[in-house]
């Protein structure tokens, strides 16, 4: 067996640079291949590799190389051509051990690819950290050994000579580096004892460094355990010469001078004699959080900060921030030997700990005596730097109020690190890392429920488990109170819970197990909020939307834009909204269910219908402005019942964010006019008028079933308030979006219903509505007659009302019908005159005009001009996002290539147009398929030819629609 080796052994090597290159910043700059050295110009040429040098695989701007090499009061005339000049003679350089291409031009700027540790800081960085590790695992003399490799490896001054704002901050920082980590290989030096040269390096170290009070003390403590007392009284009192000169004091020297007179002392900054290990203990059963751990635990495990490591983590109130901070406090205990602290500073009750009464807490931790702790504030935040510093000390701060609370608690030393939790963002806290804490990941969520409640009950009942989970909206505060439920029933089905949980007035009640409970958790937060934070939570909770934009949600809360945005963004910083991007507000599930009830209990019924009514009235101007601009129309649609509005809504510039918005507003308005069926208080004009608007614009046959679902429950509450203007428009629009998901027969029933409303010379518009989609309807039934018989009754109001585009595109409608029946002429002048009327501009009409031209013409076997308007209507439709038109019209580009016997053009374009209607139509799918198929079997693709005749049929047939599905079953037949 091999042997394993001792520390010796398991060392790992410094590399060195890839392409053979190595560089020197520790010293003097300088560079070699091998042994052969580089020429690397002149002072400023390598003042601008130096930066490059010390952010290796980092892209660096003009600007930020010319502010760091030129100097400020002399900068070049033309610096961009003295970098590239300086670029140049590198490569230059570099090509002779061909290694130009390190050298990188980046959009602008410069960047340097080198490997890790082909410059001597990375080495001394690896080396360091190795040290760390080496003192963690408490390898102390391997870890001095490893110090003693990074010191060896400074050559000097670095960077000596080099010009430049950037050589001279490097300098400082590199310099400093060295000294701290001396200091550590001294204090080790001292701690083992075995250093026969150890006073001489520490009375050099003073010699050159003499305001490093650290050096000083290593040297008093060696002394002392040297047997020599007086030359250690002599290091203090020179010391006090010294800095009493310069106008400064050394309580930590005068505090080492009297325990050297009483005691052993030991070392500054080792271990003192009472270590705090204050942690509260961790759960055994903490899940997931992987990366978020590995984050945390690497910036508390810097080795040798430039400064104390403070870490925020911030999150909703039962997130789990104290079980995450605990748990990374936990594993990192012996990399901060000298002790860990733990305070709850109560920030979210209502009497959070006052700093100075957290101080004497610490204090008291660290051994002071009740007398020894000024009174005055100031003093006592002073005294308890001064008794962390050296000290290598982890501090928890769970539940911090707010920035003011903490600052006065951060130690000053950079051996020390703080931890910090809060339901709210501290950003007022200088230099803090940030985390937020979300919720967990779906997979952790049911992993955590199994490690309380059992894997097996979890396996058992998978979906039970995953609808808990949700209702827990995945916040382990949540599923560690339902997991405890069933552990102390385990006959309790996981499906009885999952059922108490899905009613959404009683789950913060079923989120209950003492000592553990949701709903106070939540409380605590929102009872620090002031009246416009709780008011503006509770209305923001109440529309079913999964998000709000900031003008809806300033439309609900009666303000404006910018006081509107301040308030929530006060509310995101407490974690009681999310905002997923600029001006977008939502909540978690459970603080959404918590804020409802709280608007039960605060809001007057008045006050609730007040805001939605003002929502409402927002939506439904918006949603005009939208429409008229997404159809690109001179003047907004005429609104077939009496529904005004008061606020002017947004404007809209471009079809693509007209219809955008009406995409990502949708759910906000299913929830509007839900709300509106359920409030009698709200009017149903108003969301009948907004639901046409969403019928308006077609985003799919998923979203076309959505509208006509929503329209008949209107339909049904309008029915039960005796509101017959409002159901006849909502059973419209619900008979449209039937028809645009291939359910003919249920559309002609809806709209036979609607018909009979629409009496009265108020709705003659809406009547003639009904009457166009009845035209279409018939015709999709193959019932031409009766479709030409309703569409020449619904062009005759149109044209009686002045509505020349309706007229228009009813006309396009009746053409189609009568080309079917035979009447080829009439219908060209039919489409002619339907396209003249919805041809005076760009629009979406004139483009559904060209398109029902173009069939009539396909019908009639004028395939030139057919081809040339379908085209046209194509690129038109596309343009204005009718999704379902613009496949319509791709598929109708198919058919006529394939009529004039092009039939690879018309594969070309079928399958061009094919992925669309998979999302936008079962019907024009199918009709698609069937083009395709029969272009193929002409082009004697038969296996081809028979997939998409087979996959046709099975789409008619699943649609209901018997004559599509017997033409391809005929041409099936001929191609066998």
């Known amino acids: 067996m091999a042997d394993s080796g001792g520390p010796a052994d398991r060392e790992k090597p410094v590399p060195s640079g890839g392409a053979g290159l190595r560089f020197r910043l520790l010293g003097p700059l300088g560079g070699w291949h091998g042994e052969q050295p580089l020429d690397l110009g002149r002072r400023q040429q390598q003042a601008f590799l130096a930066m490059l040098l010390a952010r290796p695989g980092r892209v660096l701007t003009v600007a930020a190389l010319g502010g760091g090499v030129f100097e400020e009061d002399r900068p070049p005339s033309r610096p961009r051509s003295v970098l590239a000049t300086h670029v140049y003679r590198l490569r230059r350089e570099f090509r002779r051990y061909a290694a130009e291409h390190l050298l990188v031009t980046v959009d602008g700027g410069y960047r340097l690819d080198l490997p890790a540790q082909a410059v001597d800081v990375d080495a001394f960085d690896f080396l360091v950290a190795q040290a760390d590790e080496a003192l963690g695992a408490g390898e102390r003399p391997r870890a001095r050994d490893l110090l003693a490799r990074a010191l060896a490896l400074h050559q000097g001054e670095p960077l000596a000579g080099l010009p430049g704002r950037h050589a001279a901050e490097l300098r400082?920082?590199?310099?400093?580096?060295?000294?701290?980590?001396?200091?550590?290989?001294?204090?080790?030096?001292?701690?083992?004892?075995?250093?026969?040269?150890?006073?001489?390096?520490?009375?050099?170290?003073?010699?050159?460094?003499?305001?490093?009070?650290r050096f000083r003390a290593l040297l008093m403590v060696e002394f002392h355990r040297s047997g020599r007392p007086a030359e250690a009284r002599a290091v203090h009192a020179e010391a006090r010469r010294f800095y009493r000169a310069e106008g400064l004091d050394c309580p930590d020297l005068d505090a080492l001078l009297d325990r050297t007179r009483h005691a052993d002392p030991a070392p500054a900054g080792?271990?003192?004699?009472?270590?705090?290990?204050?942690?509260?203990?961790?759960?055994?059963?903490?899940?997931?959080?992987?990366?978020?751990?590995?984050?945390?635990?690497?910036?508390l495990s810097r080795p040798d900060p430039a400064a104390v490591a403070v870490l925020a983590v911030n999150g909703l109130g039962g997130v789990g921030k104290t079980t995450l901070a605990l748990h990374v406090a936990h594993s990192l205990r012996e990399r901060f030997p000298d002790g860990q602290l733990h305070l709850d500073l109560r920030g979210a009750e209502a009497d959070p700990i006052d700093p100075a009464q957290a101080l004497a807490t610490l204090l008291a931790a660290l051994g002071l005596a009740g007398r020894a702790i000024p009174a005055d504030p100031v003093e006592r935040a002073a005294l308890y730097r001064t008794t962390v510093a050296g000290r290598r000390l982890l501090l928890l701060l769970d539940n911090a109020a707010d920035?003011?609370?903490?600052?006065?608690?951060?130690?000053?030393?950079?051996?020390?690190?703080?931890?910090?939790?809060?339901?709210?963002?501290?950003?007022?806290?200088?230099?803090?890392?940030?985390?937020?804490?979300?919720?967990?990941?779906?997979?952790?969520?049911?992993?955590?429920?199994?490690?309380?409640?059992?894997?097996?009950r979890i396996q058992a009942e998978p979906e039970a488990a995953a609808a808990i989970a949700t209702a827990c909206g995945l916040l382990p505060l949540a599923l560690r109170v339902a997991g405890s439920r069933l552990a102390a029933d385990p006959t309790q089905p996981l499906g009885q819970l999952a059922a108490s949980l899905a009613d959404e007035a009683t789950r913060?009640?079923?989120?209950?197990?003492?000592?553990?409970?949701?709903?106070?958790?939540?409380?605590?937060?929102?009872?620090?909020?002031?009246?416009?934070?709780?008011?503006?939570?509770?209305?923001?909770a109440l529309p079913d939307a999964p998000e709000l934009a900031l003008p809806a949600a300033a439309a609900l809360l009666d303000h404006g834009l910018d006081g509107t945005r301040e308030l929530l963004e006060t509310l995101v910083d407490l974690n009681l909204l999310q905002s997923p991007a600029a001006d977008r507000y939502g909540f978690h599930d459970l603080v959404k269910v918590f804020a409802r009830q709280r608007s039960t209990r605060?809001?007057?019924?008045?006050?609730?219908?007040?805001?939605?009514?003002?929502?409402?009235?927002?939506?439904?101007?918006?949603?005009?402005?939208?429409?008229?601009?997404a159809h690109h129309a001179s003047r907004p649609r005429r609104s077939p019942i009496e529904a005004t509005t008061t606020a002017p809504g947004l404007a809209f510039h471009t079809i693509e964010r007209a219809n955008a918005w009406m995409l990502t507003q949708s759910a906000l308005h299913h929830a509007v006019i839900h709300r509106a069926c359920q409030d009698p208080g709200l009017p149903l004009a108003g969301a009948a008028a907004l639901l046409d608007t969403m019928g308006s614009a077609l985003f799919g046959c998923t979203y076309a079933s959505t509208v006509a679902d929503l329209a008949g429950h209107l339909a049904a509450a309008a029915l039960a308030r005796g509101e017959r203007g409002a159901e006849a428009l909502a059973r419209a629009v619900r008979g449209g979006m039937l028809w645009h998901t291939a359910c003919y027969a249920r559309a002609g029933t809806e709209l036979g219903r609607a018909l009979p409303l629409c009496e009265g010379r108020e709705l003659r518009g809406l009547r003639a509505r009904v009457l166009q989609i009845l035209g279409r309807t018939a015709r999709m039934l193959r019932?031409?007659?009766?479709?030409?018989?309703?569409?020449?009754?619904?062009?005759?109001?149109?044209?009686?009302?002045?509505?020349?585009?309706?007229?228009?595109?009813?006309?396009?409608?009746?053409?189609?019908?009568?080309?079917?029946?035979?009447?080829?002429?009439?219908?060209?002048?039919?489409?002619?005159?339907?396209?003249?009327?919805?041809?005076?501009?760009?629009?979406?009409?004139?483009?559904?005009?060209?398109?029902?031209?173009?069939?009539?013409?396909?019908?009639?076997?004028?395939?030139?001009?057919?081809?040339?308007?379908?085209?046209?209507?194509?690129?038109?439709?596309?343009?204005?996002?009718?999704?379902?038109?613009?496949?319509?019209?791709?598929?109708l580009i198919a058919l006529v290539h394939l009529a004039a016997g092009r039939e690879r053009a018309a594969v070309q374009a079928a399958e061009e147009t094919l992925p669309l209607a998979r999302q936008a139509s079962g019907k024009l799918e199918g009709h698609l398929?069937?083009?395709?198929?029969?272009?193929?079997?002409?082009?004697?693709?038969?296996?081809?030819?028979?997939?998409?005749?087979?996959?046709?049929?099975?789409?008619?047939?699943?649609?209901?629609?018997?004559?599509?599905?017997a033409e391809v079953e005929r041409t099936l037949h001929g191609l066998a």
């Open 508 to 540: 913060l009640a079923e989120l209950a197990c003492h000592p553990a409970a949701v709903e106070p958790v939540l409380a605590l937060s929102y009872a620090r909020l002031d009246a416009a934070q709780a008011r503006a939570l509770r209305l923001l």
């Open 403 to 456: 920035a003011a609370q903490v600052i006065p608690l951060l130690p000053g030393a950079r051996t020390c690190a703080v931890l910090i939790t809060s339901r709210g963002w501290l950003t007022a806290l200088p230099g803090a890392h940030h985390l937020h804490l979300d919720a967990l990941e779906r997979s952790e969520a049911l992993d955590l429920l199994a490690a309380i409640a059992g894997r097996a």
């Open 270 to 299: 080792s271990a003192p004699a009472l270590v705090p290990r204050q942690l509260p203990a961790g759960v055994g059963d903490f899940t997931g959080r992987q990366t978020v751990v590995a984050r945390l635990t690497a910036l």
């Open 172 to 213: 400082r920082h590199l310099a400093e580096r060295r000294l701290a980590v001396l200091e550590t290989k001294l204090g080790l030096d001292v701690e083992l004892g075995d250093s026969p040269c150890c006073l001489v390096d520490l009375q050099q170290a003073v010699f050159a460094h003499p305001f490093r009070e």
């Open 783 to 891: 019932k031409h007659e009766e479709a030409i018989s309703v569409l020449t009754e619904a062009a005759a109001v149109f044209r009686e009302l002045g509505d020349a585009e309706a007229e228009g595109l009813t006309l396009g409608e009746l053409a189609v019908n009568q080309a079917e029946c035979g009447h080829l002429a009439q219908a060209r002048a039919t489409a002619t005159r339907g396209a003249e009327l919805t041809g005076g501009q760009l629009s979406s009409s004139e483009a559904l005009g060209r398109f029902y031209l173009a069939k009539v013409l396909h019908l009639d076997g004028d395939l030139a001009p057919a081809l040339a308007e379908a085209e046209h209507a194509h690129r038109r439709l596309r343009r204005f996002g009718l999704t379902d038109y613009h496949v319509a019209a791709g598929s």
């Open 929 to 965: 398929l069937r083009t395709l198929g029969e272009a193929c079997a002409r082009l004697h693709r038969t296996d081809r030819a028979r997939s998409c005749l087979v996959e046709a049929l099975g789409r008619f047939r699943q649609l209901n629609l018997p004559w599509e599905a």
């Open 602 to 629: 605060q809001d007057s019924p008045g006050s609730v219908t007040a805001a939605f009514a003002r929502l409402l009235d927002f939506c439904l101007a918006s949603a005009r402005n939208a429409e008229r601009t």
